[in-house]
Nanobody, 127 residues
Framework: QVHVEESGGGLVRPGDSLKLSCTIS????????MGWFRQAPGQEREFVAA?????????WYGDFVKGRFLISRMHTENTAWLQMNSLKPEDTGVYYC???????????????????WGQGIQVTVSS
């Protein structure tokens, strides 16, 4: 009954920017903490960025993206964006959006049974 939709992926060159969007919809009656994860081929899914529930301005970032990426969200809706700047080839992977009404989305293991994942979108950084 909850749907997570991601958009904005694609192929870019090193140093370029890209903006991903995520919207959580369906039978939802509360604010979700929202976040982004990524998974490169043959690698474990890793934390990228997270933002708190509606009304919160607090954000968290993975060590390898801090200073280059920025997560933001709408104040009243469960929609979030990931602005990615100064992209590197190692940023290549499938990016997943996740949301949870109870737990802060700072790790994959933190996603509760009430949380939801998107299907993932491809981001490729190559020259």
């Amino acid at each position: 009954q909850v749907h997570v939709e991601e958009s904005g992926g694609g192929l870019v060159r090193p140093g370029d920017s890209l903006k991903l969007s995520c919207t959580i919809s369906g039978d939802i009656f509360s604010s979700f903490s929202m976040g982004w994860f990524r998974q490169a081929p043959g690698q474990e899914r890793e934390f990228v960025a997270a933002v708190g529930w509606s009304g919160s301005t607090r954000t968290w970032y993975g060590d390898f993206v801090k200073g280059r990426f920025l997560i933001s969200r709408m104040h009243t809706e469960n929609t979030a964006w990931l602005q990615m700047n100064s992209l590197k080839p190692e940023d290549t992977g499938v990016y997943y959006c996740a949301g949870d009404p109870h737990n802060l989305v700072r790790s994959a293991g933190a996603i509760s049974s009430s949380g939801s994942w998107g299907q993932g979108i491809q981001v490729t950084v190559s020259s």
